[in-house]
């Protein structure tokens, strides 16, 4: 299996292929994530069946990347809608 490395807080991180993918849109400026778009984007799939894996995959990357992922401050839920990605240093 392929994997990926970040840094948090200086330390590396080893994250999957998909973890790795997701993240990305961290980088991206500030702004909602769709599940439907990250499904297409990420995973390809060309369907609006509701499926949990966005979620999934976003609790796993709040588990590696966030100080407390129980109340995240940059891996943000939109509700009903996905997802806004705050880079460090910006309000949210």
Known sequence: MRTEEVLRDGLPIALTAREF???L????PPRE???EGLL????DYQSTLNTRTVDFYVAQLRQK???NP????HILT???SGYRFVPPGMKT
């Not at 849109?25 to 991206?28: E, G, Q, S, T, Y």
């Not at 297409?40 to 995973?43: D, G, I, L, Q, T």
């Not at 129980?70 to 401050?73: D, F, I, L, R, V």
Request: net charge positive; glycine share 0%; aromatic share 8%.
């Open 70 to 73: 129980k109340t995240p401050c």
């Open 65 to 67: 990347l966030e100080a």
């Open 33 to 35: 994530n769709l599940r």
């Open 40 to 43: 297409n984007e990420v995973w």
């Open 25 to 28: 849109f961290r980088v991206a």
């Open 78 to 80: 939109a509700h009903r």
């Open 21 to 23: 993918e997701l993240q």
